[in-house]
């Protein structure tokens, strides 16, 4: 089968940072569905694993996660889907990738693709979609309130991949007011369009900005990027006792300053079930059905902001360097071979 791997971490700029290659086709053992991959998408996480996690030696490394596709086989205990079936899911870390034309996923982490989409605007969602949904719900667990705290979130960073479906998981599911962060134009707008409430600029005096909004100290607040650089502010706008959540990867980070409101820090991480094989992993494929469920009736959309071609390492290197700007919105797909 046709793959993109690498053998060793390189700048994207590099030739060989990524390269075509062929690879066997596996089969499904288990619980394993065997996935022929119609379309992917390609998230920060594609870029940090490709610039410092090598194979072991002399072998590749496939990565990928956010796919899209139909059941072509199944392994002998699994339950949930047959051949034929159109899914979308987000892959384990510590599996080969969906950078492939054929993938072995775990059907407990799989959900029932949205009949809606197509396959390009259904790869755009699953990573992002457990990460925000795990985040608000299993996390910060924002339907519970928090006394005398506004019943608000702050989604720091509401543009990106996360941010985007955070946003619309917040207005659509929860009587939450969003408030989402954005610096440029189009991507405060693409926030309100998304749902958000209210739109404050990162860039400026963040604490400032939604004390302006005149509706309180907001229960959560949900830092997608930037964190370290955001949470002095971040410790001044948020409610006491609140509830503070994160997702991105500071060298350090000092919660501290958190102790005198007693606010909770919860990291989020969509790996980890899988990872660790929990005993609530299947709550991956409940949630991605209840997405694709959202989608199909309209509640929540797609955050695909483009499609970058057919999935090769010309292309992927493309995605990759888009993703490393910083300054990309929504997400990225690459679509069939």
Not at 52 to 58: F, S
Request: hydrophobic letters at 45%; glycine letters at 8%.
């Amino acid at each position: 089968m046709r793959a993109i791997a690498y053998q060793t971490p390189q700048p994207i700029t590099a030739e060989t940072a990524l390269v075509d290659i062929e690879l066997p086709t596996p089969a499904p053992l288990g619980r394993d569905l065997l996935v022929e991959i119609k379309a992917v998408s390609v998230n920060p996480v594609d870029t940090k694993l490709r610039g410092k996690a090598p194979p072991p030696e002399g072998e590749w490394r496939v990565l990928g996660f956010d796919a899209a596709g139909i059941v072509k086989a199944v392994g002998p205990d699994v339950t949930l889907f047959k051949p034929g079936d159109a899914v979308f899911y987000a892959g384990s870390i510590d599996r080969p990738g969906t950078n492939a034309e054929f993938h072995l996923v775990d059907e407990r982490i799989v959900g029932r693709k949205p009949a809606s989409l197509d396959f390009a605007a259904a790869a755009a969602l699953p990573l992002t979609a457990i990460t925000a949904w795990e985040m608000l719900f299993d996390r910060l667990k924002v339907r519970d309130g928090v006394p005398g705290a506004a019943n608000a979130i702050l989604i720091v960073g509401g543009a990106g991949g996360v941010g985007s479906i955070a946003v619309q998981l917040a207005r659509n599911l929860t009587d939450l007011t969003v408030i989402a962060t954005a610096s440029r134009p189009e991507t405060a707008a693409w926030v309100k369009e998304l749902g958000a409430h209210h739109v404050v600029d990162h860039s400026k005096p963040l604490a400032a900005e939604v004390a302006a909004l005149g509706i309180g100290a907001p229960a959560f607040v949900f830092s997608t990027t930037n964190t370290t650089e955001h949470l002095p502010a971040i410790v001044e706008a948020i409610a006491p006792q609140g509830r503070f959540g994160l997702i991105d990867d500071p060298a350090t980070l000092d919660v501290m300053p958190f102790k005198r409101k007693a606010v909770s820090t919860h990291w989020e991480l969509m790996f980890t079930r899988p990872l660790f094989h929990t005993p609530d992993m299947i709550e991956q494929h409940n949630l991605l059905n209840a997405v694709s469920q959202l989608v199909d009736d309209g509640k929540i959309r797609t955050t695909l902001a483009e499609t970058l071609g057919t999935i090769n390492a010309e292309n992927l290197r493309k995605a990759h360097a888009l993703i490393e700007s910083g300054r990309t919105r929504g997400k990225l797909v690459l679509e069939g071979f």
